[in-house]
């Protein structure tokens, strides 16, 4: 997967998945929740702004 291999254990958003995929900003929000809800893969981050995740362990 192209936007674990790039971010690893670091928290991320949006705009990082645009920079790695160079999609437009509604495909990586897409992506996004695909990643959270329907496979599950990462968690929401609190305290580091808003709609930031991290890749479960």
């Known amino acids: 997967m192209k936007v674990y ?6 928290i991320f958003g949006n705009s990082k998945v645009v920079e790695i995929l160079g999609c437009s900003e509604t495909t990586a ?16 981050v609190a305290g580091h702004g808003k709609c930031k995740y991290i890749f479960k362990k």
Request: proline residues 5%; aromatic residues 4%.
């Open 29 to 44: 929000t897409a992506y996004i929740k695909i990643l959270s809800t329907e496979l599950n893969l990462i968690d929401p």
């Open 5 to 10: 291999d790039k971010v690893g254990d670091e």
